[in-house]
T-cell receptor
């Protein structure tokens, strides 16, 4: 079974608008962490934001926020005020605790295109 | 300080040959990960080292793949008898510990092409 599901292979957004990238996950662990990474065409992986399973508030980092809905097992990334430089692949990842051995599993990614 | 480094950056090999890929994690990072990323796809977990614990090898796709780590430093990923389907970018990442909240820092990757 897929641990991390990103259902949007590609997304378009107009510059300066907000966009939501979807991520759902599957775990039986009570303790886990959720991450989002950005991969521009250069290939580097850039950490964006983290949400812990016990965090009661949604994580925010500048223009990035994570819409965490624990009961629905979703951890959507919201990018506000999109910029042309946001065009990239975005990966959702989960690190499980004891049951997952603390390794990190990545989703298939969503390619975001920001239009001028 | 220096980030995660990987060598070589590119490797072209013939089918059937063995290859070794190297990863130098950030100094002091106890956790080290290897991933494979095929063209246009996501990251596929291969193996995870945490301190002196036995590595988690559950992602290795076949017994042609193996990895070692010397203490909490350099790691090598070895692929024996390479096949064309092994062509991919191999990414290494390290984090300061295996705790849930520790972000991973990625190296630039090694692009492997098997002819």
């Amino acid at each position: 079974a897929q641990k991390i599901t990103q259902t949007q292979p590609g997304m378009f957004v107009q510059e300066k608008e907000a966009v939501t990238l979807d991520c759902t996950y599957d775990t039986s662990d009570q303790s886990y962490g959720l991450f989002w990474y950005k991969q521009p065409s250069s290939g580097e992986m850039i950490f964006l934001i983290y949400q812990g399973s016990y965090d009661e508030q949604n994580a925010t980092e500048g223009r990035y926020s994570l819409n965490f809905q624990k009961a629905r097992k979703s951890a959507n990334l919201v990018i506000s005020a999109s910029q042309l430089g946001d065009s990239a692949m975005y990966f959702c990842a989960m690190r499980e605790g004891l049951t997952g051995g603390f390794k990190t599993i990545f989703g298939a990614g969503t390619r975001l295109f920001v239009k001028a | 300080g220096a980030g995660v480094s990987q060598s070589p950056s590119n490797k072209v090999t013939e089918k059937g040959k063995d290859v070794e890929l190297r990863c130098d994690p950030i100094s002091g990072h106890t956790a080290l990960y290897w991933y494979r990323q095929r063209l246009g796809q996501g990251l596929e977990f291969l193996i995870y080292f945490q301190g002196n614990s036995a590595p988690d090898k559950s992602g290795l796709p076949s017994d042609r793949f193996s990895a070692e780590r010397t203490g909490e430093s350099v790691s090598t990923l070895t692929i024996q008898r390479t096949q064309q389907e092994d062509s991919a970018v191999y990414l290494c990442a390290s984090s300061s510990s295996g705790l849930l909240y520790n972000e991973q820092f990625f190296g630039p990757g090694t692009r492997l092409t098997v002819l």
